[in-house]
């Protein structure tokens, strides 16, 4: 977006939205939200006149562990018919759920779902909030920061039942030196 593309949106989101925190990024603009201020801001960019953001490109959850309200769902917008883009943001705590957006972009319905099952953002008034990628009985959400890297379970092959079965990981024998490989001499060290 050009500089004075950039300058007009501000205007305009400064006017409209003033209880808002607006903020430049990199040839971008982004609005911080609060949860109970979602659905009316993302309605007013919808179909408020100047803006014209037709199109919810994409949403992702995002954690941030050292935060006072650690989860973030950020939310990118597009006005094709004038060539706008912005960011709105919305910050909360693991007990505070996020108002679904699919009244207002129906698209917001596998994204939500799938920030819910990888970050364990919750949405009220979703429709059908389950998990999308994991598998239902997964316990806890992959992408957030304390997630541990191995996982917490692991699949093995057990001879006495001739099965696949599920067993809690052992971390005592993940933790591999760099400088030893398996069955082979260790790097060279200079």
């Known amino acids: 977006?050009?500089?004075?593309?950039?300058?007009?949106?501000?205007?305009?989101?400064?006017?409209?939205?003033?209880?808002?925190?607006?903020?430049?990024?990199?040839e971008a603009l982004v609005l911080r939200v609060e949860p109970e201020q979602l659905i009316e801001t993302m309605t007013q960019l919808r179909d408020g006149a100047g803006f014209d953001f037709t199109m919810m490109i994409d949403l992702a959850g995002v954690h941030y562990p050292d935060r006072e309200k650690p989860l973030e769902v950020v939310y990118q917008l597009l006005s094709v018919k004038k060539?706008?883009?912005?960011?709105?943001?919305?910050?909360?705590?693991e007990d505070t759920p996020v108002p679904s957006i699919i009244p207002v972009w129906?698209?917001?319905d596998w994204w939500e779902r799938e920030a819910y099952d990888l970050v364990g953002i919750r949405?009220?008034?979703?429709?059908?909030?389950?998990?999308?990628?994991?598998?239902y009985d997964f316990d806890g959400h992959p992408l957030r920061k304390d997630f541990p890297l191995s996982g917490r379970i692991e699949m093995k092959y057990d001879e006495k039942s001739g099965r696949v079965v599920r067993v809690p990981l052992d971390t005592s024998r993940t933790k591999l030196d760099p400088f030893k490989r398996p069955g082979r001499e260790p790097y060279a060290q200079s």
């Open 123 to 135: 949405f009220s008034g979703h429709p059908d909030l389950r998990r999308l990628l994991n598998e």
């Open 106 to 108: 129906s698209c917001a």
């Open 83 to 93: 060539n706008h883009r912005i960011r709105v943001k919305v910050s909360v705590d």
């Open 1 to 26: 977006m050009t500089p004075e593309k950039l300058e007009n949106l501000a205007g305009l989101v400064a006017e409209k939205f003033p209880n808002l925190t607006v903020e430049r990024e990199i």
